[in-house]
């Protein structure tokens, strides 16, 4: 059973950064797709970004690319990080980590979920 716990949520003013990280309990199994989920309040949850070993490239989503940056922590492999800059008061949400057997862009698809951490941005 993988379980991922993420940490670095908080409250900041519109136009600050913030850092997510998410650490998993192992590094192989077979669910090494990553990705990054939030889900605001009163709405669906909603797909941020999604990384595979090996792909080509990461994808993110329409609403935050160019502010938000997904990467690993190469020296340990089992840590990943939601870098989120240029914060609007639309991306408050609950954010959560989310590992899969493949790329996934659904949370229908997801095998694991970590517990969430919240973000909320002032305007």
């Known amino acids: 059973q993988v379980q991922l716990v993420e940490s670095g949520g908080g409250s900041v003013q519109a136009g600050g950064s913030l850092t997510l990280s998410c650490t998993r309990s192992?590094?192989?199994?077979?669910?090494?797709?990553m990705a990054w989920f939030r889900q605001a309040p009163e709405k669906e949850r909603e797909w941020v970004t999604s990384?595979?070993?090996?792909?080509?490239?990461?994808?993110y989503a329409a609403s935050v690319k160019g502010r938000v940056h997904f990467s690993q922590d190469t020296s340990a492999n089992n840590t990943f990080y939601l870098q989120m800059n240029s914060l609007k008061p639309e991306d408050t949400a609950v954010y959560y980590c989310?590992?899969?057997?493949?790329?996934?862009?659904?949370?229908?698809?997801?095998?694991?979920w970590g517990q969430g951490t919240l973000v909320t941005v002032s305007a």
């Open positions: 989310a590992a899969a057997t493949t790329m996934t862009f659904s949370p229908a698809y997801v095998q694991h």
């Open positions: 192992t590094v192989t199994s077979s669910t090494n797709s």
């Open positions: 990384w595979a070993p090996g792909a080509p490239a990461t994808y």
